[in-house]
């Protein structure tokens, strides 16, 4: 019995060393465990948005498999990021709020990759507390620290030390019915690191762990059914995944990456050989944000950093175990030399061969491969530190007492206390200029304290290196915690915006369409619906940002113009605005690529006769400008040469759009103009609520003029004076807008704040309509050629796919009717009345999966105008309803389903082989 209680004591001291590990890590990211909220980055402007999206589905009881919400429909599940099967996600986001269940996500993964190093170090026969450092140097070092907000590729990094666990046992282990067990944990393993959202990290993962299980086969040579067996786990567990990948590749075959990465994309954020001083001086161009990329951080520490180029050198002697250490070393030093080599992309001639391997060339950003470095150097780390420590006297046990434990706490709590009440990253960076030297000499000193001097314990020593390594990873941890790992409150993270309650009151369906001229701050990002973020409030927008955007929608959008907007149905054009507001600012933030701004340019059309002009303006930046001040001219040149010149003045014609607001209105020198609109606003310092104004003006021609040209010259700075509408009046009344003339869009400011400036585009077409004329377009670039037409007129035509049938019928002129009845994620049912035959347009994304049934007989879903839905339908009254029933997940699912009986079936016979003889004959 007195080996089974030893086997007790021994797993009873691991689990308190990986709750040491656990605590320490949480003391790490204390500001979220005790509720402030991840925010950073990608976390706020991809994981929360899809998240929410995802929650919202799950408490349906259903997936997100779609949603209308971003680029005019997009399959949510399929583009992979959100991981929306993985098992932790679906409990987490089914129970909790999406903010605290991220956070535990981000969380419980970091614990998990700790406690993955610590159990495979145990695996490769290292002491507890040399196992400890391992857990620490993966979970702290720089990879995964400064990828915190990339959440998928933390939940995949998580699985890699237990995938390498698996594979050494169903490698290398001592036949036993326990091989079975392994290889099913390895398929299933192998399935949640597929699932878990991040395919690159994946695909390195399963690279890295073949490569580990070949290196040991050659190693140990282990019988051929063995690796068979272990082929197969890994077959299994990518199998698993299937629903998740089946949809996945065919989104990547659909999207802008099917068709090649550019070379200079494909090597986007390549680690410069000289920034590999990084590993030693990690802040040595600076504060991280926003002087240096999360890509390319790796640091592990001095310490780890010194006994991982030592341990293939220093590790001889076996310690226990199947495999001796020194061969591990070796395999591991040269997956860490793999990762940087691959690492550098653009400076490693070599690396531009990845681009014609298939999979592998789907993958941009080289640095992530210090990935594989990462691993591997934690592993290093640990062998370097148990090689070096045995060579004081062949000890062969744990020799740490309690004081070691308690000096490695005392330490962390220390360190805390230092860098804890720090609130400027600048200050901390500031001491990483001479930290590196103090923790360089460090850990040069303790190196050859141990292999020269002799007499010390191995408990100090091994507490001392432990010490070394906490200190310097939570002094490094710290940067990044008050930079790209900052929490907030989450009263603050999930306060709405305050242009949400302008939406709220908007009526019908429509979209909205974010300007991505600039990176805005989170605040701005929030209140502008920054691509992504609309998700989170369940209103729709056009754009947004995924790696896999469908390939022909990327082209409209690069390609829109202000009627391809209008076909988009985008009623809402948003502007981020830039602080602090001055000339350069101003004009950035009113700025409408879509509509025109007639001020300070010439303005050309056609020959028009005009016997009055109105003009709808506004003025800023006007308090001291008096009554009857001169802001612009607006010339009015005829097609024989002749002029008129009308004279727009503060006071008069236009006025301060702000004129509300406290500050303004007690000083303002000049009166407000008449009103043609007026909108909520929020502006001034502090930010103040006020109305936003517009104002009109009427100038009567002396007779008429054929009109060919109009230029406005601001008698004023260009971007304080702006002109919304100029409308020209003929001699019988008709208006007509010089944008509409020039097909430009009838876009007016509705709503401006300190963070947004929002147009309304009066063009907008409705999210469904009739068309009765239709054309066959050969190929993809003579669609865009005909949407891009300035004489194409999407109520009039649709342009359908080359291999559609088309039919055209000559309307009824207002005699047709589309109204949407339901508009769900995967259900849209419209109500139709055509008074001749035509076609149903919807202007959502066409994607696989859609069909569409017209008086509940299905018919078929033709792509129309290049991205959108459209139905054939005769004269008559009609129900039409669009569903959304993907293929590629049905068979995914049945991939998945196959695989999972497999392995059940795998799992039974392993059960019963373990099972004693006269147990079976008895069964």
């Known amino acids: ?109 970091f614990l998990l990759a700790a406690a993955g190093a610590y159990a495979f170090a145990r695996r490769m026969g290292l002491y507890r507390i040399v196992a400890l450092c391992c857990g620490l140097v993966y979970a702290l070092g720089g990879f995964l620290v400064a990828h915190l907000n990339h959440v998928n590729i933390v939940a995949c990094a998580a699985w890699l030390p237990w995938l390498f666990l698996l594979v050494d046992r169903l490698v290398i ?30 695909l390195l993962s399963l690279l890295a762990v073949l490569a580990y299980g070949m290196y040991l086969a050659l190693a140990v040579r282990p019988p051929a059914r063995r690796l068979v067996l272990f082929a197969l786990s890994l077959l299994l567990g990518v199998a698993l995944a299937g629903a998740q990948l089946v949809p996945s590749y065919e989104l990547t075959q659909l999207s802008v990456r099917s068709e090649g ?29 926003p002087n240096a990329s999360v890509e390319l951080v790796a640091y592990v520490g001095w310490l780890p950093l010194l006994l991982a180029l030592s341990a293939p050198f220093l590790t001889g002697r076996p310690v226990w175990g199947a495999l001796r250490p020194v061969r591990r070393a070796w395999f591991f030093a040269a997956l860490a030399l793999l990762g940087v080599a691959l690492a550098v992309g653009r400076w490693n001639p070599a690396y531009m061969a990845l681009l014609r391997l298939p999979v592998l060339n789907l993958f941009r950003v080289p640095a992530r491969y210090l990935y594989l470095f990462s691993f591997a150097t934690s592993m290093l780390a640990g062998l370097g530190l148990a090689a070096v420590l045995q060579r004081l006297r062949g000890v062969t046990h744990d020799a740490v007492d309690e004081r070691g434990w308690l000096v490695v706490a005392g330490a962390v709590v220390l360190t805390l206390l230092a860098v804890g009440p720090v609130s400027n990253a600048d200050n901390l960076v ?50 990044y915690n008050l930079t790209y790992n900052q929490t907030l409150p989450l009263e603050e993270f999930q306060s709405p915006p305050c242009s949400l309650s302008f939406f709220r009151t908007q009526p019908g369906v429509y979209r909205l369409y974010t300007h991505e001229e600039i990176v805005p701050v989170l605040s701005v990002m929030r209140e502008s ?47 981020p605005q830039v602080l602090p507001v001055d000339e350069a600012s101003e004009f950035y933030d009113l700025q409408n690529p879509f509509a025109l701004n007639p001020v300070g340019r010439v303005t050309r059309l056609a020959p028009t006769v005009v016997a009055a002009v109105e003009v709808e303006s506004f003025i800023s930046h006007s308090v001291d400008w008096p009554d009857g001040q001169a802001v612009a001219e607006i010339v009015l040149r005829g097609t024989e040469g ?38 909520p606003a929020r502006s001034g310092f502090p930010p103040e609520t006020h109305t936003g104004y517009t104002y009109r003006a009427r100038f009567s021609l002396p007779g008429t003029l054929k009109l060919d040209a109009v230029e406005v010259r601001p008698l004023v700075p260009l971007a ?38 929002i147009y309304h585009n009066h063009d907008a077409l409705p999210r469904v309509f009739v068309v009765h004329d239709a054309q066959a377009v050969p190929d993809d670039e003579e669609a865009i050629r005909m949407l ?67 008086d509940g007989q299905e018919a078929p879903l033709l792509r129309a105008d290049l991205v959108f839905r459209a139905v054939r339908l005769d004269a008559g009254k009609h129900l039409v309803e669009f569903v959304y029933e993907p293929q590629s997940f049905r068979v995914g699912l049945l991939v998945s389903a196959a695989a999972l009986l497999l392995l059940s079936a795998l799992g039974m016979l392993g059960w019963l082989a373990g099972r004693p003889s006269d147990v079976r004959g008895a069964a």
């Open 173 to 202: 282990s001592e036949p036993s019915p326990r091989r079975i067990r392994d290889a099913l944990l390895l398929a299933l393993v192998t399935g949640l690191e597929f699932l878990a959202g991040h395919p690159q990290i994946a």
């Open 529 to 575: 619906y920054y691509p992504n973020l609309s998700l989170i409030h369940g209103l729709s927008a056009a754009n947004g940002v995924f790696p896999l955007v469908p390939a022909r929608y990327a082209r409209y959008l690069e390609r829109m113009t202000p009627q391809m907007l209008d076909l988009l149905g985008v009623k809402y054009f948003l502007i």
């Open 720 to 757: 304080f004076v702006r002109i919304e509408r100029l409308i020209l009046v003929d001699d019988s009344g008709g208006r007509q807008q010089l944008s509409q003339l020039v097909n430009m869009g009838d876009h007016t400011l509705c709503y401006r704040s300190e963070d947004v400036a």
């Open 788 to 854: 891009r037409d300035l004489d194409f007129d999407p109520r009039a035509k649709v342009l359908l796919a080359a291999e559609e049938v088309v039919t055209s019928q000559p309307a009824t002129v207002g005699a047709d009717r589309a109204e949407l009845v339901t508009y769900d994620t995967r259900v849209v049912e419209v109500e139709v009345e055509a008074a001749s035959g035509g076609y149903l347009v919807l202007t959502d994304a066409w994607y696989p999966g859609w069909r569409v049934w017209v």
């Open 1 to 109: 019995m007195r080996p089974r209680r030893q086997s007790i004591v021994i797993q009873r001291r691991d689990f308190i060393a990986i709750i040491f590990l656990a605590a320490l890590v949480l003391a790490v990211f204390w500001r979220a465990a005790l509720g402030g909220i991840f925010y950073f980055g990608d976390i706020s402007q991809l994981h929360y948005p899809l998240r929410s999206a995802y929650a919202q589905e799950l408490r349906r009881l259903s997936l997100p498999l779609w949603t209308p919400h971003v680029l005019a429909g997009y399959p949510l599940l399929a583009e992979g990021q959100l991981g929306a099967l993985y098992p932790p996600n679906l409990i987490l986001h089914a129970l909790l709020p999406v903010p605290i269940a991220l956070n535990l996500f981000v969380l419980g993964h």
């Open 430 to 479: 500031a001491m990483w200029r001479w930290l590196p030297l103090v923790f360089g000499l460090a850990a040069v000193t303790w190196l050859i304290w141990n292999l020269v001097a002799r007499g010390s314990s191995y408990s100090v020593r091994s507490t001392v290196a432990v010490v070394l390594a906490v200190v310097d990873l939570i002094t490094f941890n710290s940067v």
């Open 642 to 679: 002749e002029e008129r010149m009308i004279t727009l003045r503060a006071g008069w014609h236009t006025a301060e759009w702000a004129y509300d607001r406290s500050d303004v209105s007690r000083v303002i020198r000049h009166r407000q103009a008449p009103v043609a609109r007026s909108w």
């Open 261 to 289: 990465l550019d070379p200079a994309f494909f090597t986007s954020f390549s680690l410069h050989p000289l920034y590999l001083v990084s590993l030693l001086w990690p802040f040595v161009l600076g504060n991280p944000y």
